[in-house]
């Protein structure tokens, strides 16, 4: 079933490409930028995470972008293939929020073979 | 480790019924976060339980509670069903009071007639 906005903003890339998706966040004063991938009919997934203290982290085929100057986040995504096709989401943890996370929008990513 | 479970997965109620949605958190996992998605709103912080008390609150009227047992788990009530409740409410389970990291559920898909 769907589980995402009918309306997302959509990256088309060609299998083996890398893919970069952007996210805009709203509060300067978060600690905690995380992304997740939500494919169709599942719950958000967790890919990778950063500390408002850095400005780069890499995982595996993923590298994560904070630019606190501008409040931009960004996911890249290296060799993209069919598998990562999905809903990618940002999300903020404010600082003395607890857990409580704020998420952006979402962009659709699709990868043609 | 079993990942978070959440029941029923689907549901399907009519306007001013009642519902009440179940989370089971990760093992040792104390905090569970519930949010609402929908294709209009996106993804909602709804509350957060630790500790069997709630602890942050997002912005969404009296009809929506929540309670977590000494056990960790957490349910969710809708109470006076509207059209506009039905949506994906998903549940989040994180290990401690400060955020480090937080894992979802598969959803409940909530459907009001």
């Known amino acids: 079933g769907e589980s995402v906005g009918l309306h997302l903003p959509t990256l088309s890339v060609q299998e083996g490409d890398n893919s970069i998706i952007n996210c805009a966040y709203s509060?300067?004063?978060?600690?905690?930028f995380i992304w997740y991938k939500q494919e169709s009919g599942k719950g958000p997934q967790f890919i990778i995470d950063?500390?408002?203290?850095?400005d780069k982290r890499q995982g595996q085929r993923v590298t994560v972008l904070l630019n606190k100057t501008v409040k931009h986040l960004s996911l890249q995504i290296a060799a993209t293939q069919p598998g990562d096709s999905a809903v990618y989401f940002c999300a903020e943890n404010p600082n003395n929020a607890g857990n409580m996370l704020t998420f952006g929008g979402g962009t659709r990513l699709m990868v043609k073979p | 480790k079993a990942g978070v479970t959440q029941t029923p997965r689907y549901l399907i109620k009519t306007r001013g019924q009642q519902v009440t949605l179940s989370c089971s958190p990760i093992s040792g996992h104390r905090s569970v976060s519930w949010y609402q998605q929908t294709p209009g709103q996106g993804l909602q912080f709804l509350f957060e339980y630790f500790s069997e008390t709630q602890r942050n609150k997002g912005n969404f009227p009296g009809r929506f509670s929540g309670r977590q047992f000494s056990n960790s788990r957490s349910e969710m009530n809708v109470s006076t069903l509207e059209l506009g409740d039905s949506a994906l409410y998903l549940c989040?389970?994180?290990?401690?009071?400060?955020?480090?990291?937080?894992?979802f559920g598969p959803g409940t898909r909530l459907t009001v007639l």
């Open positions: 989040a389970s994180s290990p401690g009071p400060t955020f480090n990291e937080q894992f």
């Open positions: 509060n300067s004063a978060s600690d905690y």
């Open positions: 950063i500390r408002s203290n850095m």
